[in-house]
């Protein structure tokens, strides 16, 4: 029914830049608040920005100022540009929608950070 998917992640040199996309169909993407998660082998999956269906942001600390969250609701998308990316920061990067009662994830983009 929901379907999520990531694109754009990739292999990346330490302060460099990426842009993630997530594309959303289904679902009343207008409505929807997303978020984006990340989660590295062995540790828990958090939060890294969410933005919600009046475009209201926010921000992880650790990447405050760095990474830009945004949504183009009539590609029913929502990117993250992430720039100047450390090592620490490689991990499986995964799209979150909450609708209504529904939650959906996406499958993930792995994002490979080189120093």
């Known amino acids: 029914q929901v379907q999520l998917v990531e694109s754009g992640g990739g292999l990346v040199q330490a302060g460099g830049s990426l842009r993630l996309s997530c594309a959303a169909s289904?679902?009343?993407?207008?409505?929807?608040?997303v978020g984006w998660y990340r989660q590295a082998p062995g540790k828990q999956r958090d939060l890294v920005a969410n933005i919600d269906s009046s475009g209201n942001t926010n921000y992880a600390d650790s990447v405050k100022g760095r990474f830009t969250i945004s949504r183009v609701n009539s590609k029913n998308t929502v990117y993250l540009q992430m720039n100047s990316l450390k090592p620490e920061e490689q991990a499986g990067y995964y799209c979150?929608?909450?609708?209504?009662?529904?939650?959906?994830w996406g499958r993930g983009t792995q994002v490979t950070v080189s120093s």
């Open positions: 289904g679902t009343s993407f207008r409505l929807s608040n």
């Open positions: 979150n929608l909450k609708v209504g009662v529904g939650k959906y």
